[in-house]
């Protein structure tokens, strides 16, 4: 079946824009997570949907990130005015469940440059 | 602070020879689990393998194993009969499941399998 799809692939943003960035999660999974992979960095946790529950928004970096989840599936990950360091590749993954036994399934990301 | 330490930021490996990618941690907690993700080049993430802390027994999966020293907080990921297809980034990371779950990675090694 199909796995997760992220959109745009590549996103270019002047500084102080606002962006938008799409995941579709695999059909059935209730578990969405975003991270965040800057340049010679590791993954950052950004924030954790789970079915209906409250997300876990204790990775967002500031208050210009939000993020929302429609119906339990697609979910939005909102920039605002956007910043240079916010220069990364963004990654959304599902799972099943959150429990850690169930397997994290990554979407190919979408790289945004800001300038 | 829970941290990931990947000290090798590069290796490269012959083919069909064996690769030994270190990986050490750093919590309090006592539940956790232990991962190591595959990033191909220009391709999504991957699960390579799984470790519950709880569990004395290292896992494996074909040519992937681990050296898990729980005391020693370290989590080594053994690659035997290195393939072309191994080379990527790999990633290390653990979630711990101690009230809210954290999702710690590591910065990568980035693996390059020599014909």
């Known amino acids: 079946g199909a796995g997760v799809s992220q959109s745009p692939s590549n996103k270019v943003t002047e500084k102080g824009k606002d962006v938008e960035l799409r995941c579709d999660p695999i059909?059935?999974?209730?578990?969405l997570y975003w991270y965040r992979q800057s340049l010679g960095q590791g993954l950052e946790f950004l924030i954790y949907?789970?079915?209906?529950?409250?997300?876990?928004k204790s990775g967002l970096p500031s208050d210009r990130f939000s993020a929302e989840r429609t119906g339990g599936s697609v979910s939005t990950l909102t920039i605002q005015r956007t910043q240079q360091e916010d220069s990364a590749v963004y990654l959304c993954?599902?799972?099943?469940?959150?429990?850690?036994?169930?397997?994290?399934?990554f979407g190919p990301g979408t790289r945004l440059t800001v300038t | 602070a829970q941290t990931v330490t990947q000290s090798q930021p590069e290796m490269s490996v012959q083919e069909a020879e064996t690769v030994t990618l270190s990986c050490t941690y750093d919590t309090s907690e006592s539940n956790y689990y232990l991962f190591w993700y595959k990033q191909p080049p220009s391709r999504q993430m991957i699960l390579v393998i799984r470790q519950e802390a709880y569990k004395q027994q290292n896992a494996t999966e074909n040519r992937f194993s681990v050296n898990f020293q729980k005391a020693a907080k370290s989590f080594s990921l053994k690659i035997s009969d290195s393939q072309l297809g191994d080379t990527a980034m790999y990633f290390c990371?653990?979630?711990?499941?101690?009230?809210?779950?954290?999702?710690?990675f590591g910065t990568g090694t980035r693996l390059k399998v020599l014909a």
């Open positions: 059909s059935g999974h209730t578990a």
């Open positions: 990371a653990f979630i711990i499941t101690s009230g809210t779950y954290k999702y710690i």
């Open positions: 949907f789970q079915g209906n529950s409250a997300p876990d």
């Open positions: 993954a599902s799972s099943l469940s959150r429990q850690p036994h169930y397997e994290q399934y």
